[in-house]
């Protein structure tokens, strides 16, 4: 992709907002609506995680029947993420968006109607297909109407989806003692039904971008089941059936990317994108940060509770300091970005956030503080809230508008198998230095060379950040 050879900008800051700095009122009535469905997909998630237990003991299940709820709601996503590109060219976004929205809110609406644990798998099944197509549709719908503002506007319009794992845990404690479980579910109709009703009104139509595009249905009978098989042999590394599932995916995989290689733009994923500098450094600094975040969440928790014998409220309550750091950082982005650069800001955000995780290593080493800790992790969240919106908004802004909808199902695959990977290696890490420590149990010293590994997480990010363009409106397409 060829880009602008347009100046750097100045240094020094205008003395006041030009027209072209100025966002459009539509702008904001959008950006609204399409974060309705994340936050309504993350509250979903939190709840459901936290009514496990009550969904084994009612349904009469097993454990491992139950756990499906949540695995087989993760596998249909996987199977339609690779859909959404084709879809949203064939279809348009508006008329996807609603679709999807409201299929999410009816098969919520089946999950809590559910009487058996059969019938609840297969509704969370239908709302996973549903989601897949959903999550990723945000940020391309942000990017088609805020162009090179899409950090701005991401950086206020993201903080609101930030409170729905903070403010799931509450609902659902307050449902599961005064209700039962259906009525986590039935949470998402409101939500729902207030999502269409704003989509249908306020969305601008899209009719006009709608290409008959060929469906590859050989690259998605090699890609989709490729993506589930490997996101399942990742959760299922340990065991046999994982080691199979991850060969299989990975033999899918693989040969859908020579399939691809050879149909050029008319796969279903054009493997160009990953060619030009800017949208390749983008996707890499999304898959390296993606798993850092959950090697994070995977890490911490299990180091206050097993390492330093905190309790599970005790955990939590450290573990908000880093949501709310997120939440602190993500108003600034749009300023940020916009005096010191994408680069800067993403790059600098991977520093701050390995500079909150260097402490840890200490207190393995020496004593754990509770005060040390919650700083830290503050800190961390700061730094790790600055990393994923500049980066993004360069991979849209790299590519020519009608072809954000296959760019945006690239980078999202990108983003959704860092986690897995990253959480992976990190869980063998750990399990081989408590090996290694010859306890029966894990201790605090268990975790020296899991902090290690999470550091250099850290700098791989921070190289692939420091790939990033410096201004975002030099990455746009000529």
């Known amino acids: 992709m060829r880009l602008r050879s347009s100046p750097p900008r ?11 700095d100025r966002i459009d009122p539509q702008v904001w009535r959008v950006a609204v609506v399409v974060f309705l469905g994340p936050f309504m997909t993350q509250l979903d998630s939190t709840v459901v995680n936290l009514s496990l237990s009550a969904i084994h003991q009612d349904l009469h299940a097993s454990i491992s029947a139950t756990q499906w709820v949540v695995s087989g709601y993760l596998l249909a996503l996987a199977l339609m993420l690779p859909m959404s590109g084709w879809l949203v060219d064939r279809v348009g976004a508006k008329r996807l968006y609603l679709a999807c929205f409201s299929a999410f809110t009816l098969t919520s609406l089946l999950c809590g109607a559910s009487r058996t644990i059969d019938e609840l798998v297969c509704a969370r099944v239908l709302q996973g297909m549903a989601g897949g197509i959903l999550a990723p ?9 805020a162009g090179r503002h899409m950090a701005r506007v991401m950086g206020y319009t993201v903080t609101p989806v930030l409170i729905a794992p903070i403010l799931g845990p509450v609902l659902a404690g307050a449902i599961l003692k005064y209700a039962s479980w259906p009525w986590l579910f039935f949470l998402n109709l409101p ?27 050989l690259g998605f009978a090699l890609i989709a089941p490729g993506l589930a098989s490997f996101l399942y042999g990742l959760e299922l590394a340990t065991h046999r059936q994982g080691g199979a599932a991850l060969l299989a995916g990975v033999a899918l995989v693989a040969v859908f990317i020579w399939h691809a290689r050879h149909k050029a733009g008319a796969a279903l994923i054009d493997l160009r994108l990953f060619r ?86 200490w207190m393995v080493h020496s004593q754990y503080s509770p005060t040390l800790a919650a700083v830290c992790l503050f800190i961390t969240g700061i730094g790790q809230g600055t990393i994923n919106i500049p980066s993004v908004s360069a991979a849209y802004a790299s590519v020519a508008r009608d072809r954000l909808a296959v760019a ?28 290694q420590t010859q306890q029966a149990s894990v201790d605090a010293h268990s975790f020296m060379t899991p902090f290690a590994l999470l550091i250099a997480l850290n700098l791989l990010v921070f190289a692939a950040a420091c790939r990033l363009p410096v201004w975002i409106h030099q990455a746009e397409a000529a």
């Open 10 to 20: 100045a240094q020094a800051a205008p003395s006041g907002p030009d027209a072209s």
């Open 137 to 145: 549709m945000t940020q391309m719908m942000m990017a088609r109407v």
């Open 191 to 217: 939500i729902g039904v207030l999502g269409v009703g704003l989509a249908a009104a306020l969305l601008p139509s899209d009719a006009s971008t709608i290409r008959k595009r060929p469906f590859d249905l």
């Open 276 to 361: 030009g500098r800017v949208f390749g450094a983008a996707a890499t600094t999304q898959f390296w940060a993606n798993g850092l975040a959950f090697s994070r969440q995977f890490l911490i928790p299990l180091y206050l509770i097993s390492g330093c014998g905190l309790s599970a409220p005790a955990a939590g309550w450290t573990m908000a300091a880093m949501g709310f750091g997120m939440m602190c950082s993500f108003p600034m982005l749009g300023t940020l970005t916009e005096k010191f650069g994408c680069r800067a800001v993403s790059a600098g955000g991977s520093f701050l956030a390995m500079l909150g995780m260097l402490p840890f290593l």
């Open 408 to 435: 945006n199902t690239a980078i999202n695959i990108v983003q959704r198998l860092g986690g897995p990977v990253a959480v992976t290696v990190m869980a063998i890490v750990m399990s081989l230095a408590q090996t």
